[in-house]
């Protein structure tokens, strides 16, 4: 069993449709951030989070250390959205992935 | 502006030629990390590096090395590629260390080991 867990593994969805992909992870964690990655293959950081909740425009990102869990949710989806979403987990500066959820956003 | 930079983007190569892929970042971070990305199995974590002359291994280190003797500069090198190392390769960056901090990625580099 992977220690990082991304559901679901793909997602399509009309534009305007919110969405919500899920990431549970198994081992105690300093941090845990939320990646992007678009289709040419560049990475960036969407958030970094260590508890609570955090929103970038029409990024949320919420985690429950209790209950091991992070979710990332995009309100208005636009098909600029689709991307590769990877959700990380850090230890010790050791940071281990989630394998992704494939997102594609129809107009 | 603010960027992690890595070189070359694109490298073709044949088994046990060694070669070096470069990573600077403008961001004085004290922190500085290696990935490689494979299909099926993800971003897994090479080597990373706290701060200059301290690097520490991650999840697949075998077949390569590092070095931090400047706090901009974090080269991955490959003493002697082999086709398994074929990958796609992201170096990163954070002020103080990613159990704190958000990482900034480089472009990736795309390795192909013949």
């Known amino acids: 069993k992977n220690e990082v867990e991304q559901s679901p593994q793909n997602l399509t969805a009309q534009e305007g449709e919110f969405i919500t992909i899920n990431c549970s992870y198994s081992?105690?964690?300093?941090?845990l951030h939320w990646l992007q990655q678009h289709p040419g293959g560049g990475i960036v950081s969407l958030f970094m989070?260590?508890?609570g909740k955090k929103k970038h425009g029409r990024l949320i990102a919420t985690i429950n250390i209790q209950e091991k869990h992070s979710s990332l949710h995009i309100t208005a989806s636009h098909p600029r959205d689709s991307a590769v979403y990877i959700c990380?987990?850090?230890?010790?500066?050791?940071?281990?992935f989630g394998a992704g959820t494939r997102l594609t956003v129809k107009p | 502006e603010a960027q992690v930079t890595q070189n070359p983007r694109y490298l073709i190569t044949v088994t046990g030629k060694k070669l070096t892929v470069t990573c600077s970042q403008n961001?004085?971070?004290?922190?500085m990390s290696w990935y490689r990305q494979d299909p099926g199995l993800g971003l897994r974590q090479i080597y990373y590096?706290?701060?200059?002359?301290?690097?520490d291994k991650g999840d697949v280190p075998e077949g390569y090395k590092v070095s931090r003797k400047e706090k901009r500069n974090f080269p991955l090198i490959l003493e002697s590629p082999s086709p398994n190392q074929t990958s796609l390769y992201f170096c990163?960056?954070?002020?103080?260390?990613?159990?704190?901090?958000?990482?900034?990625f480089g472009q990736g580099t795309r390795l192909t080991v013949v």
């Open positions: 990163a960056s954070s002020p103080t260390g990613l159990g704190g901090t958000e990482a900034f």
């Open positions: 081992v105690g964690i300093s941090a």
């Open positions: 961001m004085n971070h004290e922190y």
């Open positions: 590096s706290m701060n200059v002359e301290v690097t």
């Open positions: 989070l260590s508890s």
């Open positions: 990380a987990v850090v230890n010790n500066n050791d940071m281990r």
